[in-house]
């Protein structure tokens, strides 16, 4: 059994071989006749079919000896730049033993040199994309120089986890030059290992000093509350003093009943305005005191919240005062 399915494996593989061998000799057939169709049309001087009959060749089967007879053909056209690319390859993979050929092809490259420019592109690290006025060239390092027509280009490379560098450079014909590129490392890719886009850490102020500031905007705040109420606290008693005294007044000149507004009208209304302006500078001490109170409370809390643990905890007394006169809110601690 063994034996009979290596023969039927063999057998089958047989058939498929010699059909590749079939096709790889049928393209090269049809390379060979285009490429004969190409050289009859050069003989005649019909330059635009010969090499439409050599790109056809090329296509299917890149020779050298079909970049020869192209590159003639462009350069006849008037196509110097194409010429030059076909007529460089031709002399990097012709044999040397073909002297005569060589020494046309590098009489051709020199007529098509005449007309464009040369310029060598040097990139480091190899593997990176260069390319010419956005289009890719090729993978550093390139084989052959890059040939330009007169006026301004942009030579650039780029690699995977560096940033792309950009050169531009302005060509007249028949100059020379070279370019190097050297690629940088992005961050992100030194860092982790991979590209990716690099998003740099926001700007925040240090958890210390927000806490800090807090602290002491809020004491602040406490204090100015607290502050408020005691002097609208001191106007409201001066103002409760200046009332009784009215009233003793209108005690005395009523023989001790002070009866309004029979008495004097004028400091009955004196007595009521005194008696309301007090209520008034009681009622603004007392929403000073707790407002001043919820932000100090308010403080103290966020500083409870936020303390470290390695931090000794706060120690807070808050006590309420209150009496005929004044009222009021103490806060004290260590925090």
């Not at 031709?90 to 051709?108: F, G, I, M």
Request: proline fraction near 5%; hydrophobic fraction near 45%; glycine fraction near 10%.
């Amino acid at each position: 059994m063994a034996v009979a399915l290596t023969a039927q494996v063999a057998g089958a593989q047989q058939p498929a071989t010699q059909a590749v061998a079939e096709e790889t000799d049928a393209l090269t057939d049809k390379a060979r006749q285009l490429y004969e169709e190409g050289r009859q049309a050069a003989a005649a001087g019909k330059w635009a079919d010969a090499r439409a009959s050599f790109l056809a060749a090329w296509a299917i089967k890149p020779h050298y000896q079909i970049a020869s007879n192209l590159g003639v053909a462009c350069v006849k056209l008037g196509r110097n730049r194409e010429a030059a690319e076909y007529l460089t390859r031709y002399l990097r993979e012709a044999p040397a033993t073909k002297v005569k050929e060589r020494q046309s092809a590098e009489a051709s490259l020199k007529e098509a040199l005449a007309k464009i420019a040369s310029v060598t592109v040097r990139v480091a690290p190899a593997g990176a994309e260069v390319t010419v006025d956005g289009a890719v060239v090729g993978k550093a390092p390139l084989a052959d120089p890059v040939f330009l027509d007169p006026g301004k280009h942009e030579i650039g490379a780029k690699l995977d986890g560096h940033a792309p560098a950009m050169r531009p450079i302005a060509t007249v014909a028949g100059s020379t030059e070279t370019v190097a590129l050297q690629l940088e490392r992005t961050p992100s890719a030194e860092i982790g290992g991979s590209v990716g886009t690099s998003i740099p850490p926001r700007s925040e102020m240090p958890r210390d000093k927000v806490r800090t500031a807090v602290l002491v905007g809020g004491g602040i705040a406490a204090g100015a509350g607290v502050a408020a109420g005691v002097v609208l606290t001191v106007l409201a008693n001066g103002r409760a003093g200046d009332a009784e005294k009215l009233r003793q007044e209108l005690v005395v000149e009523g023989d001790g009943f002070a009866s309004c507004p029979d008495i004097s009208s004028s400091k009955c209304a004196k007595l009521k305005d005194t008696v309301f302006a007090k209520v008034d500078l009681t009622n603004s001490a007392f929403w000073s005191f707790v407002a001043g109170g919820a932000i100090g409370v308010g403080t103290l809390v966020y500083g409870l919240v936020t303390v470290r643990p390695t931090e000794s905890r706060p120690a807070v007394q808050v006590v309420p005062l209150l009496g005929t006169g004044a009222s009021g809110l103490l806060v004290s601690g260590t925090f």
